[in-house]
Nanobody, 123 residues
């Protein structure tokens, strides 16, 4: 099973930027659907951004459109999330996810998750 390792989280002031990275253990990752999810304290895990395995179409949650950009470097087996104009409500643990069996990543038993990286945005 593919393994995912996130990095790049941290503490940033409101309006600042961070870039999250997710490195996969398998080259086949470049063909899978991928996504970023986040989970704030006491809240359910929610979709942030993703790339489908069909035509590399990107999707964003409404509150991050225009501020976040999801991309991947297939040669490096790495998924990125560039986050600009961060807001306190973006504070959460961010998870990289993939699903070898589906064209898009959702919260299902076949979803593979990373360990998460904390993003904290101060006001």
């Amino acid at each position: 099973q593919v393994e995912l390792v996130e990095s790049g989280g941290g503490l940033v002031q409101s309006g600042g930027s961070l870039r999250l990275s997710c490195v996969a253990s398998e080259r086949a990752f470049s063909r899978y659907a991928v996504a970023w999810y986040r989970q704030a304290l006491g809240e359910e895990r929610e979709f942030v951004a993703g790339i489908s395995s069909i035509d590399e179409i990107t999707f964003y949650e409404d509150s991050v459109k225009g501020r976040f950009t999801v991309s991947r470097d297939k040669a490096r087996n790495t998924l990125y999330l560039q986050m600009n104009n961060l807001k306190p409500e973006d504070t959460a643990v961010y998870y990289c996810a993939t699903d070898p069996a589906k064209p898009m990543v959702a919260i299902t038993p076949s979803t593979v998750w990373g360990q998460g990286t904390q993003v904290t945005v101060s006001s």
